[in-house]
């Protein structure tokens, strides 16, 4: 496998991004539309993970193989969620 | 044949250099010793519960003394016997063998995944000795996080101990699967043993994480008296049941792939006959895996759970029917026309497939939402699952012992008696359990010691089918151990069987192969119609 | 490529066979603490969607600038064991360490920041409980069990990564990463720790800013 040889200076970018990013969802917390507010401050972060795992953690350097275990977990918690919202989404409560 | 190097079992022989072990073949004896000491104490508890349920009084002990046994029983088989049998003892043994390895990826963290089952197993027994717990294995709340007074927490902390164990196993398959098959041996030239434990792994690193956090939220809310479960904040204790099945319904597809794995490599070699539908067998399990990640709510049919959920769920569950009914189509398949022969570990597989059938039928009933409405919380289920996990995973687990006894000790056992063990074991398995699918039809519910009487006479049936079942345990026990000494030497391919863990010495070396094997052949080269006794066809 | 000189263990053929196998086994760890954070997130997004407005009431009263202060550290540190890694390839023994010493300051000040914001929380009553402050509503107190919860389970992961990184401190003084055959231990300590990064960036904005409306 390649062996990650990124600049110090890609990493301080990506670090730049980062805190670009979390300003950003301060920011959206200015927002007057509810729900565009709750889209941003639940999307953004998303996007700081992706940097991170991507970059920080090589995923941009290493064989799809990496990607898929990365993906793995992600997978099964969505059908944990998208499952359990199907009960949740459609039941009465109080 | 070299004989330098010595037995992984005489390389060695203080106590240090067993429990200090990192050769995966003695950290599955260490398991096998362990499992069978927690098999031993349940199947107490079952016997208890079997002499209780012969009156319709509950005249034998009380109560609460009943809703511990069961919770006990269920326990320890389902986490300290069930998931660890094949995997752990047969698969830590047989997987760097059959993919060609010195040993699997991380042998240190096996080792300490052995520790952590034993200590996870050491706060069971010690949270059963101080008194017990009498949730049931499944610990719904609110009555284990507020109302129960017994001891939750600390089986809790035991579970959850044991659930590293399951994670670390299934880590190291993974890896050693996907990283150290020898030269040659490409994903469909694995045995469909490797095939299932790759699926099972997956399964085990996945599923049991959800177990613990869950087990932690449950502590919390019993420690501090507040919690996510409790209706008095607003909680939904169904959230718990969704967490819970959500891990635990992975963990029966955990429990039988490693037993399908083990009936897909008896089969081929006592018909001798390459597996019918390879590809469809090892796609299978990987479908099973991932497909019974998403039905656990058919557990909650009747939990309040939405309808249109619980309509999704069963159908999700009719889905994972069909590659575990492929599986069985290919079997069946590869014994037709093939050159059968009735060894006890094929007596095992055979009754294996059988009973599978009608356990999994029996699934496919309630997972219609309608029958399970009836029959839900009635000896119906508990005749299901345990045609699953006794008539299945058991018998595939004896069967595999059986199968690779000769590899692990170097030693045959009688083999008369052996089919007749298996014999025993089908017998009295479907006396004890066929009796209760007839029960919860009618209507008798589960967990409960006394019953309207006119259910005795099938209870009667059921605990003298359990004292044929004891039999059948005792038995091997007695001539596998008696086979250590008396036994004759195997040698290294007794069955004439395909798979690399066949080309080493019975018992193997400590480091498994003298030389990296390669792998040229495509797996189960049985020979067709040629004569199976004929070494030099094989 | 370069060469790394590695001490191969004996179950594996060769250094970069081992180096592939650990970090698989190091992502396949991360995939269950996807799971095992994830159901905690589970409950939160369940009980979000069943009582917004309580747990929009509870949101606010967290403490927005020392979770902020906390979130600017975590990603600065997760900045410097990026570099302290990059670092170690590029063989810089000196920079690894002062790296990995500054990463273990910004962890061990998001803790010191957490015993403050805890104490404050303590002390406004935002425990669960019988003394839970009387002026919130009712299911608030779902929102701060599962609060209290995430946020110590994360804490627990970010002292065990301190632990890992005072170890990989002291490998590295004694020129024993790189130089030594065990980039490969950094790299996943790196790996852990923005892991660690990864769980707090989800949980910010869900406990400090999805009630609030500035």
């Known amino acids: 496998m390649k062996t990650n040889l990124q600049s110090k200076k890609a990493i301080i970018i990506v670090w730049g991004g980062l805190v670009l990013l979390l300003l950003l969802i301060i920011a959206s917390s200015f927002v007057e539309n509810s729900s565009v507010r709750a889209a941003l401050i639940l999307t953004l972060p998303l996007a700081q993970m992706l940097l991170v795992a991507v970059f920080f953690m090589h995923l941009c350097v290493s064989p799809k193989l990496y990607w898929a275990f990365a993906a793995a977990g992600l997978f099964w918690l969505t059908s944990l969620f998208t499952l359990v919202a199907c009960d949740y989404l459609t039941r009465r409560w109080h | 044949m070299s004989e330098a190097e010595p037995s992984y079992l005489s390389a060695g022989d203080t106590l240090g250099s067993w429990l200090l072990t990192t050769d995966h073949k003695r950290i599955g004896l260490l398991y096998l010793f362990s499992i069978l000491f927690f098999f031993f104490i349940a199947a107490c508890a079952a016997a208890l519960m079997r002499l209780e349920l012969l009156t319709p009084q509950g005249d034998l002990v009380f109560s609460e003394t009943y809703n511990k046994l069961f919770t006990m029983h269920g326990v320890l088989m389902v986490w300290f016997f069930l998931i660890p049998s094949v995997p752990s003892v047969l698969g830590n043994f047989l997987v760097p063998l059959m993919v060609g390895a010195r040993d699997l990826a991380f042998p240190r963290l096996n080792l300490l995944s052995w520790y952590l089952f034993v200590v996870g197993g050491f706060f069971v027994m010690h949270a059963i000795v101080i008194g017990g717990v009498d949730t049931g294995w499944t610990f719904y709340t609110p009555y284990s996080s507020a109302y129960s007074n017994s001891h939750v927490i600390q089986m809790a902390l035991g579970i959850f101990i044991a659930g590293f164990s399951s994670i670390l196993t299934g880590l190291n398959f993974i890896i050693t699967i996907q990283k150290m098959r020898a030269p040659g041996l490409t994903w469909f030239r694995l045995p469909l043993f490797i095939w299932s434990m790759f699926a099972t792994s997956i399964i085990l690193v996945l599923a049991t994480p959800v177990l613990a956090i869950t087990l932690v939220l449950l502590s919390v809310e019993r420690i501090w008296g507040v919690g996510i479960f409790d209706p008095k904040l607003g909680g939904d204790p169904v959230l718990f049941q969704h967490l819970f099945w959500f891990y635990s319904h992975p963990a029966v597809y955990i429990m039988i792939l490693p037993g399908m794995g083990v009936v897909s490599e008896i089969i081929p070699c006592f018909a001798r006959k390459k597996m019918f539908g390879y590809r469809f067998v090892a796609f299978s399990s990987m479908a099973i895996a991932m497909i019974g990640f998403l039905v656990w709510g058919h557990h909650m049919f009747v939990s309040s759970q939405s309808i249109y959920a619980g309509m999704v769920f069963s159908f999700l569950s009719f889905l994972v029917s069909i590659p575990s009914a492929i599986k069985v189509f290919n079997w069946t398949a590869t014994l037709y026309r093939g050159s059968i022969t009735f060894g006890a570990p094929m007596l095992y597989a055979l009754g294996f497939i059988g009973l599978f059938v009608m356990g999994g039928m029996t699934g496919l009933f309630l997972a219609s939402v309608a029958v399970d409405v009836h029959v839900h919380g009635t000896y119906f289920v508990v005749a299901h699952f345990h045609y699953i996990m006794v008539g299945g995973m058991v018998t595939a687990f004896m069967g595999g012992m059986h199968f690779w006894w000769p590899k692990i000790t170097g030693r045959l056992y009688p083999p008369l008696m052996a089919q007749i063990a298996a014999a025993l074991l089908f017998l009295g398995f479907n006396l004890t359990f066929f009796p209760q699918y007839i029960l919860g039809y009618l209507g008798m519910p589960r967990r409960v010691h006394d019953y309207a009487p006119e259910f005795q006479i099938y209870n009667v049936l059921s605990t003298i089918g359990a004292s044929v079942l004891g039999l059948a345990y005792l038995l091997p026990l007695i001539y596998l151990v008696w086979s250590l000494r008396y036994g004759k030497p195997s040698g290294a391919n007794p069955w004439e069987a395909t798979g690399l863990e066949w080309k080493t010495p019975s018992p193997p070396p400590k480091h498994n192969f003298n030389e990296t094997p390669i792998v040229m052949e495509e797996a189960y080269n049985y020979p067709s119609n040629k004569d199976h006794g004929d070494p030099e066809h094989v | ?214």
């Not at chain 3, 060469?3 to 991360?30: H, K, N, Y």
């Not at chain 3, 300051?105 to 929380?121: I, N, P, T, W």
């Open chain 3, 1 to 214: 490529m370069f060469e790394e000189p590695s001490i191969v263990a004996e179950q594996f053929e060769d250094a970069s066979q081992q180096a592939e196998a650990s970090r698989l086994g190091l992502w396949t760890f991360l995939a269950t603490e996807v799971l095992f954070f994830g159901v905690v997130l589970l409950a939160y997004v369940v009980y979000w969607h069943v009582y917004p407005a309580d747990f929009a009431a509870a949101c606010k009263r967290t403490n927005l600038v020392l979770g902020t202060l906390n979130s600017v550290i975590l990603v600065t540190s997760s900045l410097t064991m990026a570099l302290a890694v990059q670092s170690d390839l590029a063989r810089q023994r000196k920079q690894v360490v002062i790296l990995l010493m500054v990463t273990i300051l910004l962890g061990a000040s998001f803790l010191g920041v957490k015993v403050v914001e805890y104490s404050e929380d303590i002390t406004e009553r935002l425990l669960p409980g019988p003394n839970f402050a009387s002026d919130l509503p009712l299911h608030s107190q779902l929102f701060f069990c599962l609060y209290w919860i995430a946020t110590a389970l994360h804490g627990v992961h970010l002292i065990i990564g301190l632990c890992v990184l005072s170890v990989m401190v002291i490998l590295a003084g004694r020129g024993k990463l790189m130089a030594g055959g065990r980039h490969t231990w950094l790299e996943l300590s790196g790996l852990y720790w923005h892991f660690v990064d990864i769980v707090w960036i989800l949980l910010y904005p869900l406990l400090y800013l999805l009630g609030r409306h500035l």
